[in-house]
């Protein structure tokens, strides 16, 4: 199963503000989507953090981290990098040494770079074939289990454009961006059905899953 858990959206649709920076990775605004992430127990527990709070946005959040074998993400989730990747591949992505995923992840780019082994457990391979060759390796490397999908708002729009999303959770945020990177447009969300939705005052859960 290819699963989409946590994706941030504010309440006009938008899954990333505009003018995204090194500094600013998810855009003017954007970084308030996460907010309520990391004041759930588990989110602290991924930051090293005690405390937080349980509930719905807790069960969310931990759900989200059980029962994967592997996650493909955008080359604009790894990195700020474009183009070809520079000459040193110093480059190892947003999180440290460390990374919270703990299993192989596959990176889609148009430029190829050899594996990079972190630790933890985390494996970034780099995909020049496309989205579905990136699913492929993904699910050989799982061994049984699910594949994460992971941002951005247009590597989840190409893998729901080809019917390949089995499950979309999205975490609607009380915040308007007014622009940026709009997740839904016409089509996209064919074949899916909306079979759960719950609320807390940090965040709408909707979860819609394929037939």
Same mark, same amino acid.
Do not use: K
């Given at each position: !199963? &290819?699963?989409?858990?946590?994706?941030c959206?504010?309440?006009d649709g938008?899954g =990333?503000?505009?003018?995204?920076?090194?500094?600013?990775?998810? %855009?003017?605004g $954007?970084?308030r @989507?996460?907010?309520? +992430?990391?004041?759930?127990?588990?989110g602290?527990?991924m930051?090293g953090?005690e405390? $937080?709070?349980?509930?719905?946005?807790?069960? !969310?959040?931990? =759900?989200?981290?059980? $029962? &994967? /074998?592997?996650t #493909?993400?955008?080359?604009?989730?790894f990195?700020?990098?474009?183009?070809?990747?520079?000459?040193?591949?110093?480059?190892?992505?947003?999180?440290g040494?460390?990374?919270?995923y703990h299993h192989?992840?596959?990176v889609l780019?148009?430029?190829? *770079?050899p594996?990079?082994? !972190?630790q933890g457990?985390?494996?970034f391979h780099?995909v020049? /074939? $496309?989205?579905e =060759?990136a699913l492929e390796?993904?699910?050989d490397?799982? %061994?049984? @289990?699910?594949?994460? +999908?992971?941002?951005?708002?247009s590597?989840?729009?190409?893998? &729901?454009?080809? /019917?390949?999303?089995d499950? @979309?959770?999205v975490? #609607? #945020?009380?915040?308007?961006?007014?622009?940026g990177e *709009? +997740?839904f447009?016409d089509?996209?969300?064919?074949g +899916?059905?909306?079979?759960? !939705?719950v609320?807390?005052?940090? =965040?709408?859960h909707?979860? @819609?899953?394929r037939a």
């Open positions: !199963m &290819l699963r989409v858990h946590n994706f959206i504010s309440v938008y =990333a503000g505009p003018d995204q920076t090194l500094e600013d990775p998810i %855009g003017a $954007g970084e @989507l996460h907010d309520w +992430l990391f004041e759930t127990r588990t602290r527990q930051t953090r405390g $937080g709070s349980e509930g719905i946005d807790d069960e !969310m959040i931990a =759900a989200g981290q059980t $029962g &994967l /074998g592997a #493909i993400m955008g080359r604009n989730m990195g700020p990098v474009r183009g070809p990747w520079a000459a040193d591949e110093s480059w190892t992505g947003w999180w040494a460390d990374p919270p192989p992840v596959f780019t148009r430029h190829a *770079r594996s990079v082994t !972190m457990g985390t494996v780099f020049t /074939g $496309g989205i =060759a390796q993904a699910v490397a799982a %061994g049984g @289990l699910d594949v994460r +999908l992971g941002g951005g708002v590597t989840i729009q190409q893998y &729901l454009r080809a /019917g390949l999303v499950q @979309l959770h975490a #609607i #945020i009380p915040i308007v961006l007014g622009r *709009r +997740l447009a089509g996209l969300t064919d +899916l059905t909306c079979t759960r !939705m609320a807390s005052d940090a =965040a709408t909707m979860i @819609l899953s």
